[in-house]
């Protein structure tokens, strides 16, 4: 696949050129497309989606971060995308992260337009109006996997950590705290300490995993049924990786 998502930024010999349709034919021609936004150029059809199970959703984001940090994304056609995907959407995947602008989740994990849906918030806290978004993208849309992930030397965290109080954010600071009182740190517990920091980060997408399965039983059902794969998941800024964590 790597030579397909080389075309058409870089020339290739007539040779790879070949090999590289050959590859996108075979792949389509047998009725597989096991990526998430293959080849860019068309978002996700609801046959395709029906037929990637949560597992195989997992592995195709694993992929798409691997391309992000490789620096060789999916060349994406957002007009074609758009235009396929108008009439109807057929997500895989949901994903619940932090409003930082250094952890979008369609960049890092390489996805399209129609690919999934995007919640953001600080501090990816879970709240009841994102468990029902959440509630609306897997069981009524059809997404099989939902993403919770934190990132390192997050903003939010570091202000819970602070106690800051400011307007309306103290009251989302609050639902921070539980990952704080959990985590168990030996070294300095400041907001100074990158490593704590991300301790914390790490315990509040676990604490947040789990507010999500009590709040939501529709949610937990679809799990338990092995219809939808619930997983946290820590990016980190730096190197820009996503580690899976549950
Ligand atoms: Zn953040």
């Known amino acids: 696949m790597r030579a397909v998502e080389a075309y058409p930024f870089k020339p290739v010999s007539s040779r790879r050129?070949?090999?590289?349709?050959?590859?996108?034919?075979?792949?389509?021609?047998?009725?597989?497309?096991?990526?998430?936004?293959?080849?860019?150029?068309a978002a996700l059809t609801?046959?395709?989606?029906?037929?990637?199970?949560?597992?195989e959703i997992l592995d195709e984001l694993k992929k798409g971060n691997e391309r992000f940090?490789?620096?060789?994304?999916?060349?994406?056609?957002?007009?074609?995308?758009?235009?396929?995907?108008?009439?109807g959407q057929f997500p895989a995947v949901a994903f619940l992260g932090c409003i930082d602008s250094r952890a979008p989740a369609e960049i890092i994990f390489d996805t399209g337009i129609g690919d999934g849906?995007?919640?953001?918030v600080a501090g990816n806290v879970v709240n009841d109006d994102l468990t029902g978004s959440l509630e609306f993208a897997c069981a009524v849309a059809g997404a099989k996997v939902i993403v919770l992930f934190g990132h390192t030397a997050c903003g939010a965290i570091k202000g819970a950590i602070d106690d800051v109080e400011m307007g309306?954010?103290?009251?989302?600071?609050?639902?921070?705290?539980?990952?704080?009182?959990?985590?168990t740190y030996t070294g300095t517990k400041?907001?100074?300490?990158?490593?704590?920091v991300d301790a914390v980060a790490r315990t509040?997408?676990?604490?947040?995993?789990?507010?999500?399965?009590?709040?939501?039983?529709?949610?937990?059902?679809?799990?338990?049924?092995?219809?939808?794969?619930?997983?946290?998941?820590?990016?980190?800024?730096?190197?820009?990786?996503?580690?899976?964590?549950?």
């Open 46 to 55: 609801k046959e395709q989606r029906d037929r990637m199970t949560p597992t």
């Open 69 to 87: 940090r490789a620096g060789k994304p999916t060349p994406h056609d957002y007009r074609d995308q758009k235009r396929s995907s108008a009439a």
């Open 168 to 183: 309306n954010l103290t009251g989302l600071l609050a639902r921070v705290k539980p990952a704080i009182s959990a985590t």
């Open 17 to 41: 050129r070949f090999l590289a349709t050959t590859a996108a034919f075979s792949l389509t021609s047998i009725g597989i497309r096991a990526q998430l936004s293959a080849r860019g150029d």
């Open 117 to 120: 849906f995007n919640a953001r």
């Open 204 to 246: 509040n997408v676990l604490v947040g995993l789990d507010n999500m399965r009590r709040r939501s039983p529709i949610l937990a059902d679809l799990e338990k049924k092995k219809a939808l794969l619930l997983v946290g998941g820590m990016y980190d800024l730096t190197s820009g990786v996503v580690e899976f964590i549950s």
């Open 190 to 196: 400041s907001s100074k300490n990158g490593a704590y």
